[in-house]
């Protein structure tokens, strides 16, 4: 992936120096354009980079894409974007597919436009003041320019360690914030304004007319036809997991490479993994020369400060360092690889979708479901009278997450629980797009600093109209999730693959990732230290630690996870500002400070 920077306002070449240098992981060839109020530059060997028409000055991160009349696709470089908006304004973003994070700057009006794809699959961040507008593809590059604030956002770190993820429009720094997914942001002279351009889904009439699933078929292919042409002479792989996103997504894959052999890769914790062995039947049944690494809890401290460097807001428990590891290995094999990502939020996929079903099925249950998911989110127990029916099951308190004390009232509400009042699936996916957090974006990045771009063609406007037309009948039942999906995919896959169940790719959370857990909660989460920072509170983690235990439940290992990422963020980013504003090229080497 590309990666794209720029600093507007004020004319500091030595500080897009040191943002360049930060981006180098990204790839070998280079660019910048000059202007006398700034410049903006890219970084990587993707087409886009950076161009310039009269005063506008563009830069592309991606694989955007735009359909012509006769209805084939043109890549979009950052010259014709530039041209384009010259000619046509805002409405140029309009005609752009496929994965993107785009800047633009008009030179007339001296603003900055800032605009991603619908579900942000290519990451953008920025900063903004009276005198300057600054932004990159990776928060760490703004951290170069000294006018950028870095404290913390303890709202946003709280959140986290509730819920797993930074919420939507933040980042765990305050003055750091990432362009919205389909929307494009408006800087100039410290104010900012967001405009939605993408998608628009009509909330009032949600779809009732059942779609078909060859359709879908037709949908997902020409997806999977566009990324492989974008990818041009790149090698193009596949990140295969046991379910059957992937596995659908690998079949036409497989079908549209032409005489190339189709290269595939999971990792998982080894024998018995039943993602590893969902992954090796469909590798199997493809005949795709299949790649397979084993991660052992020993493998995680080792990879864990890297992982969070790559990524910048960490996210994803031990998932995030076993796709690092994967990705770092299929370098060797592949330049571009293609993922199912995606799927489960457009047709239903996910916990929260059942429990949506659940609850308008059974509106008796909603008010127990509602307590239960804040009870897993929050810790303790389900409140009044669902306490009693909590103790009754025999059910002990949920741990409390390990963030320090913040009102988190101000935040939209968790759209990956159960929100505080009905809403059918259709709504939910609407409500999904329009705040989207950055957990898409992240994977991009953890590919990016091996440099691999990730290909998600279930980003793409085609398949994301198709699931905003499908009827929610189509999606969830009382024995079965993604409906339309599986429906489809019976039309490529055996029955027995079409009909796997969705499992999560984490390792198994047995003694021997207990002994790794404790390990890395004795080197980062001393309590003296956590309350020095303040970021965490040490009761908390006492509370679930124990001293250390044998065995942890599966939220208690993603409590104890989340403060462990959060102390190793503020290790690499809090404690290292120094280092990113340094002019020493040794430090700023390949993007990771020292």
Known sequence: MAAIYGLFGVKREAVLLKMERLLDHHGREKAREILASGGLGSVGQDPGGCGRHGQVVAAIAGMPFRLTRGGTIAAVGAGELARAFSDLGFE????????????????????????????????LYFSCGAEFSIFASEYKALLAYEAVPAQPDRVSISSFCSRGWVPAGRTFFGGIK????????????????????????????????????????SEIETGVERIIALAGDR???????????????ATLVSRHLGHRKLHSFTVGFG??????EGARETAEFLNSAHHELVIEPADLPALLDTTVDAMEDPGGYDQSCSLFSLWKEARNHVDVLVSGNISDSLFAGMASHRRIWRANAFPTLWPWLREVERAEAEGGTPRGFWRLVWQF??????????????????LPPDLWRTS???QTLYEHLDLTLQHWDGRMGSQVLIAAHSG???????????????????????????????IILREAANQVLPTAVASRQKRVQQLRYDETFADTLNFLVDRYLHPKDVAARGLLDPAKITDIHQG???????????????????????????????????????????????
């Open 548 to 594: 250390g235990k044998s065995v942890y439940s599966k939220l208690e290992v993603q409590k104890l996870w989340n403060a462990i990422c959060t102390e190793v963020w503020a290790r690499n980013f809090l404690d290292r500002r120094s280092d990113y504003l340094s002019t020493d090229p040794n430090v700023l080497e390949r993007g990771v400070v020292s």
């Open 271 to 276: 024998k018995g993994d039943p993602e590893m």
């Open 235 to 249: 090698r193009v792989g596949m990140s295969l997991s046991g379910g059957i996103d992937s596995a659908f997504m």
């Open 92 to 123: 140029a973003l309009a005609d752009l597919d496929g994965q993107f994070a785009v800047a633009i700057w008009d030179g007339m009006s001296e603003r900055l436009y800032l605009a991603r794809d619908a579900f942000g699959t290519i990451p």
């Open 178 to 217: 990432p362009v919205l997914p389909g929307t494009c942001m408006v800087l100039k002279g410290g104010t900012l304004e967001a405009h939605r351009f993408y998608p628009q889904a009509a909330i009032d009439n949600p779809p009732i007319v059942p779609v078909s699933p060859g359709a879908l078929v």
């Open 420 to 422: 505080s009042r009905r």
């Open 393 to 410: 099951l025999g059910k002990r308190s949920e741990p409390f997450p390990c963030g320090a004390e913040i009102d988190l009232s101000s």
């Open 452 to 482: 691999i771009l990730l290909a998600m063609p279930f980003s793409h406007r085609g398949i994301v109209e198709f699931a905003l037309r499908v009827p929610d009948s189509q999606k969830v039942s009382r024995k079965r999730d993604k």
